[in-house]
């Protein structure tokens, strides 16, 4: 009932070379959003930094320098996914998917490493505004601060709602990044236009929220990314697995679920109590229709279904 043990092209009533195709078209998908990521991050971080650099205007520099990152993280992101359509080969016979969690980890380390450069940069724009120094904007500083927040706003609502709809963990990492950038964005429009306003300590007060803004933003990514590369799993959904399985006729109950993240797709062991009399005919079609409705409910790339007789359910002395 695995993927790789059929010799044809269907599984569980699926056609395999359809399904992969349809992932690998949502993962060209994301690449495609990513590049455009790439290419607005690009045109925002140079304006800033020539603008911010002509008219010495650091909080601007440091906005650019931010995006500068974004700059990285989304050329990490397009590489990450274009590894994972790549085929299976005899080093990964599952196939390359978990290469996007890898891309997503990457991304959410540069974001915590920002993170902490943008809290110091804010203690040291607090402590210029005791000793008087003063923030020296212009027309053009303001201007580009603002087209800045609001572009990687419009862009990171797009790609949280693509990543979602996609189910791409990478693309919602991206999206969670460029939200980050937007508050940077703004708060560097906030620090700006405070300084016309002749509030100066705007500068350092909202770059800190800033930053722990997108300290947060990359613990979350962190805690998503681990737990899959490390094979971890939510109780709660293995829950739901087993509900479902449970209500497949001829399963009298469900010895074990062992579900594993590859990249955003989930592949899984199953192991179920038939009665002790069932063929073996019997028990492989039982065992396709439990593959059947967890691929048909949950969208799973694989399940590997075991049958065990109902007599071993309550023994002790039985390991498997």
Same mark, same amino acid.
């Given at each position: 009932?695995? $993927?790789?043990?059929?010799?044809?092209?269907?599984?569980?009533?699926?056609? $395999?070379?359809?399904?992969?195709?349809?992932?690998?078209?949502?993962?060209?998908?994301?690449?495609?959003?990513?590049?455009?990521?790439?290419?607005?991050?690009?045109?925002?971080? !140079? %304006?800033?930094?020539?603008?911010?650099?002509?008219?010495?205007?650091?909080?601007?520099?440091?906005?650019?320098?931010?995006?500068?990152?974004?700059?990285?993280?989304?050329?990490?992101?397009? =590489?990450?996914?274009?590894?994972?359509? #790549?085929?299976?080969?005899?080093?990964?016979?599952?196939?390359?998917?978990?290469?996007?969690?890898?891309? %997503?980890?990457?991304?959410?380390?540069?974001?915590?490493?920002?993170?902490?450069?943008?809290?110091? /940069?804010? +203690?040291?724009? +607090?402590?210029?505004?005791?000793?008087?120094?003063?923030?020296?904007?212009?027309?053009?500083?303001?201007? +580009?601060?603002?087209?800045?927040?609001?572009?990687?706003?419009?862009?990171?609502?797009?790609?949280?709602?693509?990543?979602?709809?996609?189910?791409?963990?990478?693309?919602? &990492?991206?999206?969670?990044?460029?939200?980050?950038?937007?508050?940077?964005?703004?708060? =560097?429009?906030?620090?700006?236009?405070? %300084?016309?306003?002749?509030?100066?300590?705007? /500068?350092? *007060?909202?770059?800190?929220?800033?930053?722990?803004?997108?300290?947060?933003?990359?613990?979350?990514?962190?805690? !998503?990314?681990?737990?899959?590369? =490390?094979?971890?799993?939510?109780? @709660?959904?293995?829950?739901?697995?087993?509900?479902?399985?449970?209500?497949?006729?001829?399963?009298?109950?469900?010895?074990?679920?062992?579900? #594993?993240?590859?990249?955003?797709? $989930?592949?899984? @062991? *199953?192991? +179920?109590?038939? &009665? /002790? /009399?069932?063929?073996?005919?019997?028990?492989?079609?039982?065992?396709?229709? *439990?593959?059947? &409705?967890?691929?048909?409910?949950?969208?799973?790339?694989?399940?590997?279904?075991?049958?065990?007789?109902?007599?071993?359910?309550?023994?002790?002395?039985?390991?498997?």
């Amino acid at each position: 009932m695995s $993927i790789l043990a059929n010799i044809n092209q269907y599984d569980a009533g699926r056609n $395999i070379i359809i399904d992969r195709q349809h992932r690998l078209n949502k993962l060209q998908e994301a690449q495609k959003i990513t590049y455009a990521n790439l290419s607005a991050y690009a045109v925002i971080m !140079t %304006a800033e930094l020539v603008i911010g650099y002509w008219n010495h205007i650091t909080v601007l520099i440091a906005d650019g320098l931010n995006n500068l990152t974004g700059v990285c993280g989304a050329a990490i992101i397009i =590489t990450g996914l274009k590894i994972s359509r #790549r085929p299976p080969d005899s080093n990964h016979v599952m196939g390359h998917w978990q290469y996007e969690n890898i891309a %997503a980890f990457l991304s959410a380390t540069i974001m915590f490493a920002i993170s902490i450069q943008i809290l110091v /940069d804010g +203690v040291f724009s +607090v402590r210029r505004f005791f000793q008087g120094v003063a923030v020296q904007p212009n027309f053009w500083s303001l201007g +580009v601060s603002l087209v800045s927040a609001a572009t990687i706003s419009i862009l990171a609502k797009y790609n949280a709602v693509k990543g979602n709809q996609l189910n791409n963990q990478a693309l919602i &990492a991206s999206g969670q990044d460029l939200k980050s950038d937007a508050w940077t964005s703004f708060g =560097t429009f906030l620090s700006i236009g405070g %300084a016309y306003l002749g509030a100066q300590w705007l /500068d350092g *007060v909202a770059t800190i929220i800033v930053g722990f803004l997108i300290l947060h933003a990359s613990i979350l990514i962190f805690r !998503t990314t681990i737990m899959r590369l =490390t094979e971890g799993f939510s109780p @709660k959904a293995i829950d739901k697995y087993s509900k479902t399985i449970n209500e497949i006729p001829g399963v009298l109950g469900v010895q074990g679920i062992e579900p #594993r993240w590859l990249g955003d797709q $989930i592949v899984m @062991k *199953v192991g +179920v109590y038939l &009665a /002790d /009399d069932t063929r073996l005919t019997r028990a492989y079609s039982i065992g396709e229709k *439990v593959e059947h &409705a967890l691929m048909k409910k949950y969208d799973i790339l694989d399940a590997d279904v075991m049958a065990y007789p109902v007599s071993l359910k309550n023994d002790p002395n039985h390991v498997d």
